[in-house]
């Protein structure tokens, strides 16, 4: 799968229609992604319509890819299919725990992952909104969903008009431990990292923010104790909403 090399984000998209057989046809393939016991532990709900993405546009912070794209699917943990095949098979089933949420929102990524890649092999683009977490509630409200089903990520798709450089990754070594994990050093911590400081585009960054440092960027700006608190209290909220918890 070559197009993971060069793969990059893509919020613009052409005025050009994905069509349903394509959508199914993807979709459908995505389905060999592996899943817990086998039992598809995941539901997309698909949004076409300019009243549907103007809907959900505030939960993920009105970025406008949400309704530039010609569609935006949600992928949901969804315990809510296999509760009631059991209940109307004899079984007695206990899915209304953490355990299962998590087992649920595993399939769901991995179904999102394996999605993704297909979608950019036949050409089109892909972003993956990270916002889905931030503000479960509202997407929960607007797509109706039932117990036992939480959103878990988005994707906005369509056919690319843009070309937008490569992010950054950092290196291989950062992300390997051999036989057992070995902790971050400050020594180590200055390796993995230079190469992203260095980079004049996160250096510019630094400027724009009036901060020393990237990190700062992350911690002190983007993603903030008292945001990351505040938005995990909604999450858990919503866990207890559709049940899991």
Not at 198 to 204: D, F, P, R, V, Y
């Amino acid at each position: 799968m070559e197009s993971i090399k060069k793969r990059t984000s893509i919020r613009k998209y052409a005025d050009r229609e994905v069509t349903e057989e394509l959508l199914n046809r993807l979709l459908e393939e995505a389905m060999r992604t592996p899943t817990m016991g086998n039992l598809q532990l995941y539901s997309v709900v698909v949004t076409r319509s300019e009243e549907g993405k103007k809907a959900l546009a505030p939960a993920h912070f009105n970025q406008p890819m949400v309704t530039g794209a010609p569609v935006v699917l949600t992928i949901c943990a969804d315990y809510r299919r296999t509760t009631l095949w059991a209940e109307n098979r004899k079984g007695t089933p206990g899915y209304d725990n953490i355990l299962s949420f998590m087992n649920a929102a595993t399939d769901a990524l991995l179904f999102t992952q394996t999605f993704t890649n297909l979608a950019e092999e036949a050409g089109l683009g892909t972003c993956f909104l990270g916002t889905t977490v931030y503000m479960p509630k509202m997407i929960i409200d607007t797509l109706k969903l039932p117990k036992l089903v939480m959103p878990v990520a988005t994707l906005t798709i369509g056919w690319p008009d843009e070309q937008p450089a490569q992010n950054d990754r950092l290196p291989l070594r950062s992300i390997i431990h051999n036989e057992h994990f070995e902790d971050y050093t400050p020594e180590k911590i200055d390796d993995f990292y230079a190469e992203k400081e260095a980079l004049e585009e996160n250096q510019e960054f630094v400027r724009i923010n009036n901060v020393e440092t990237l990190a700062q960027v992350f911690t002190d700006i983007r993603y903030t104790k008292k945001d990351c608190e505040a938005m995990s209290i909604g999450f858990l909220d919503a866990l207890k909403q559709q049940g899991f918890l």
